[in-house]
């Protein structure tokens, strides 16, 4: 027998943080921040329900915040394993965890208590860090083993499959939103028997690619029309990369006007950097566009604007313009001056391309608020808001049903973590309804016994 722990994404979309306990061997999967209003929410300060000094080893599915924004403060709690991921996700978490060192110590001077850790931390996080290829299998001293699976959301997001006394346990982690314009699709499964799944868009459907290809062309030409400025939340994994591709097609391709594209995010840039040094980890068209000749994240009138003078400066360019910038939920970052600047402007456009959490300002500008306060102002929304669903990099409802069904034959038991509680729970009834497997939505802090 073994036991799963629920201590983060149970009931919610961020915090993920996940333990399979059996025979003597601990094994965590993510540990991430919770997110809201503040890219370190308060609970964040919180110590850890469990002792990390039992935890063997952590699995980190990829390098978004919500899975990895708490490792550092794990090992400031007595963590002593070793942490496991592909290349690309060690990478562009040491790029995280270091800008996320100056978010939570201006963060934690406003609210007047310690940063959540230091740079220290972030050092001996990464020289515990291990990275492995997909399919590589990692034995523990208890017979289990574990291996990385592509999960197709991010660049070198990964499933982690645990496999015991001839039994199968899968953790999804995100789950990417295929066919993606980077990512290979999501990897098949086979033979498992205990499945721990995210839900985030679990009672909803995006857009296909070629619907949102259409709609994201016809926002900028409605743009340009009006002489606006549009502006793009952008995470800075994946959702900047996936819009330089497209914007890229569409310019080269005289589909859309040339007209100045900035991308004003240092951490987005040198993301950009990761992808552009990690070819093998992109789709087979992709990696043929590259062959050819096609430099996918560079075309005409694009800046990448590193410094803060270049960022400022964007305010003189003449429209029309795109601006992409973090942070994507609008809860920090650069995208907070431009939006600033353009969100009073009825000509200009402000485009949603991804999740958007409860209780953030992007959030409240998807749900349609006429005003907002950035840097204790208030500013109007004047500016058109647009959100395309179809950029997610994550599965709809529908991929994700596919997804479980195609395990129906062998599986005892899906988990549901990863969704905001009405988009698990409708999930969850989903797959009791259409595939007939027994799917629960664990609470945070549950812990259930498997036969595993």
């Not at 951490?267 to 062959?291: C, E, G, M």
């Not at 062998?410 to 549901?416: A, D, E, G, I, P």
Request: contains cysteine; aromatic residues 8%; hydrophobic residues 40%.
């Amino acid at each position: 027998m073994a036991k799963l722990k629920f201590y983060g994404a149970a009931g919610e979309v961020t915090g993920s943080n996940h333990i399979l306990e059996g025979d003597g061997v601990s094994i965590m999967i993510d540990c991430g921040f919770f997110q809201g209003v503040k890219v370190c929410d308060d609970k964040n300060n919180e110590k850890f329900p469990y002792d990390p000094s039992t935890i063997d080893a952590l699995f980190v599915t990829h390098a978004h915040l919500d899975h990895v924004g708490r490792i550092p403060k794990l090992f400031n709690e007595g963590f002593k394993g070793k942490i496991y991921s592909t290349p690309p996700t060690r990478e562009i978490a040491r790029l995280m965890l270091d800008d996320t060192l100056r978010v939570i110590a201006r963060e934690a001077k406003a609210d007047g208590h310690e940063p959540l850790y230091h740079e220290d931390a972030v050092q001996k996080a990464l020289a515990h860090w291990e990275t492995v290829p997909y399919g590589k299998e990692i034995l523990f001293k208890n017979g289990m083993s574990a291996r990385l699976r592509d999960a197709g959301h991010i660049l070198g997001s990964a499933m982690v499959e645990i496999a015991r006394n001839g039994k199968k346990l899968a953790f999804s982690g995100d789950l990417g939103n295929s066919p993606s314009p980077l990512m290979p699709d999501t990897e098949h499964l086979s033979d498992v028997d205990y499945l721990v799944i995210e839900a985030v868009y679990g009672d909803r459907a995006h857009e296909n690619i070629n619907e949102r290809t259409n709609h994201l062309k016809q926002v900028i030409e409605e743009t340009i029309a009006r002489d606006g400025t549009l502006m793009i939340p952008a995470f800075s994994i994946e959702r900047t990369q996936d819009l330089l591709l497209e914007l890229n097609e569409m310019i080269e391709g005289k589909q859309v006007p040339e007209i100045p594209v900035f991308v004003d995010s240092p951490l987005a840039i040198k993301v950009t950097k990761v992808f552009s040094d990690s070819k093998s980890y992109f789709n087979k068209t992709v990696q043929d566009d590259i062959r050819s000749g096609d430099d996918i994240f560079k075309f005409p009138k694009l800046r990448f604007t590193e410094r803060s003078q270049d960022s400022i400066a964007i305010k003189s360019v003449p429209n029309p313009k795109i601006i992409m910038a973090g942070s994507g939920m609008s809860n920090g970052g650069r995208i907070l001056h431009h939006e600033k600047n353009y969100l009073p402007d009825p000509k200009s456009t402000l485009l949603l391309v991804g999740y958007q959490a409860v209780g953030t300002m992007g959030r409240l500008l998807q749900e349609g608020i006429k005003s907002v306060r950035i840097f204790d102002e208030d500013i109007p929304v004047r500016a058109k808001v647009i959100t395309i669903e179809g950029y997610s990099a994550h599965k709809d409802m529908n991929a994700l049903l596919e997804f479980v069904g195609t395990m129906q034959d062998s599986l005892k038991k899906v988990f549901v973590v990863h969704a905001e509680l009405g988009a698990g729970l409708f999930f969850a009834q989903r797959v009791r309804d259409y595939v007939g497997v027994d799917t629960v939505m664990p609470k945070a802090g549950e812990e259930i016994e498997i036969d595993f």
